[in-house]
């Protein structure tokens, strides 16, 4: 039997308790017990750590991800499980890998980077996940884009009763199998073509499974208060839990608004269940687009097509040199990607620390140069800004990327220590854990993870990953 004993750990069990000093027995996949002392001789333990002065909580939930190729075409997952990642949620923004019926993606479906991947169903996704044997556990949201791409010839239309119809069977079908929910973007085309009815009707087929409705809205600028309210009206005709994805006040025109919108969530939360997500950075990444370009902010290349040359230089300085404006020289990398310094730290903080945000790196993968926050996110919450700035306590920063998050998805036995539940365990220096990568230098592995463990079995320990994982596909519960 595979059981290992993890001694004198300070443990932080996901639900913002504070920390005790305790052993966790684990057999095979689960926590068999916790308790102030385990004789090692008589539990039979193969494995015994000495955890003395690290601290042990349970494995991190990123529940803002774009990894649904990323977990097939590289299964180690370095990225995530380096920083403490054990679960990750995918089908974000709208995009997800089913039901992938496309030849050639459309934008922005080419933010998953795929080609050689494509699944009909959320079964045939998940046996996919199951036979790589991933570093981490996977669990996925429907896009709404994808839904639109798989069923209607012109996407830049709301949809009609015959596709509304296609797109919540096969939506009904996903939900049977096991997907978390809808996810929409309708920040981008062709998905902001979609009118509200279009998307009432999806998010009804989601409220009979139990599921959740996560959303990139509209706007996080000027008009995101219409946003919101849009959003909202969409979750209660559905009568469905939403999630506000990577909230934001984009722009300098909005910076400060989080006070207003904050205020507006605590409002909406007292008829409604609703949740955030966020990452600790002032700067987006997503597609280069002209439309997001404004001559006032900083505009990092992640990645261009045309110009592979010019990643990792600021627009400002290709368009100068090109003697192009800003505009125009966006125009000449196409397609591409950047980090977009659009938001204010003051609204950054005050979002982190609204008790109803989790933790999402928004990690694009795919980049040549991606944003620090695919490989920092996880870190950078804890060392930067719970203990070196205490926005908030050690404990409600685990509690914001593990016991919340569960809860918010439906993971079930999942995000805390706790007897019986999954051993998804994360095991850290609390005193030294700090984020490494920079948007000079983003791939930056983050300090102070000590092990990483997956359903009972070590996915990172002395900075590796072993050739094949213990993550598993994850129903909704």
Not at 93 to 105: F, Y
Not at 166 to 186: D, F, N, V, Y
Not at 369 to 376: A, C, F, M, S, T
Request: aromatic fraction near 6%; charged fraction near 20%; hydrophobic fraction near 40%.
């Amino acid at each position: 039997m595979n059981t290992h004993l993890l001694q004198n750990a300070n443990l932080l069990d996901g639900t913002g308790a504070p920390a005790r000093v305790c052993d966790v027995l684990i057999r095979e996949d689960r926590i068999a017990q916790i308790a102030s002392h385990i004789d090692p001789k008589a539990c039979g333990a193969i494995d015994i750590v000495n955890c003395q002065g690290l601290t042990l909580a349970p494995g991190f939930i990123d529940v803002h991800t774009h990894d649904d190729a990323q977990v097939l075409r590289d299964p180690q997952m370095l990225a995530k499980v380096s920083q403490g990642v054990t679960t990750v949620i995918t089908g974000n923004c709208g995009l997800s890998l089913v039901p992938w019926v496309t030849q050639n993606p459309i934008s922005p479906l080419d933010l998953l980077h795929t080609t050689e991947f494509k699944y009909p169903s959320l079964s045939s996704y998940a046996k996919a996940i199951e036979a790589v044997k991933p570093s981490v556990n996977v669990a996925s949201l429907i896009g709404h884009t994808t839904l639109r791409a798989a069923h209607m010839a012109d996407l830049n239309r709301p949809a009609n009763e015959s596709e509304v119809l296609a797109m919540a069977a096969q939506l009904t079908h996903a939900m049977q199998e096991g997907a978390l929910g809808l996810s929409s973007g309708l920040f981008y085309q062709p998905a902001g073509a979609a009118d509200e009815e279009e998307m009432k009707a999806l998010t009804r087929v989601v409220g009979q499974y139990g599921g959740v409705y996560v959303t990139h809205m509209r706007s996080e600028m000027d008009s995101i208060i219409d946003a919101m309210h849009e959003a909202a009206e969409t979750a209660k005709a559905g009568r469905t839990p939403w999630i506000l994805s990577h909230h934001k006040c984009a722009g300098p025109k909005n910076w400060g608004r989080t006070l207003e919108t904050l205020a507006l969530i605590d409002r909406m939360a007292k008829t409604q269940e609703i949740g955030l997500d966020a990452y600790p950075y002032n700067a987006g990444s997503t597609l280069l687009r002209t439309d997001l370009v404004d001559g006032v902010i900083q505009i990092l290349i992640t990645r261009s097509d045309p110009h592979p040359d010019m990643v990792g230089r600021y627009l400002a300085d290709i368009a100068s040199e090109w003697g192009l404006s800003q505009q125009e020289a966006c125009q000449q990398l196409m397609p591409g990607g950047a980090c977009y310094f659009q938001m204010d730290e003051a609204d950054v903080r005050r979002v982190l620390q609204h008790p109803l945000t989790m933790i999402g790196s928004d990690g694009l993968p795919h980049d040549e140069r991606p944003h620090p926050r695919l490989w920092g996110t996880f870190a950078r919450v804890l060392g930067h800004y719970a203990r070196d700035e205490k926005l908030f306590s050690l404990p409600e920063a685990i509690h914001k990327m593990t016991g919340l998050s569960a809860k918010r998805f439906g993971l079930k036995d999942r995000g805390q220590i706790k007897e019986g539940w999954f051993a998804d365990l994360v095991l850290f220096d609390a005193a030294i854990i700090s984020d490494q990568a920079t948007f000079d230098q983003p791939l930056q592995m983050c300090a102070g993870i000590q092990k990483v463990m997956v359903n009972g079995t070590w996915s990172f320990k002395n900075g590796r990953t072993p050739q094949q994982g213990s993550g598993k596909f994850l129903p909704r519960a």
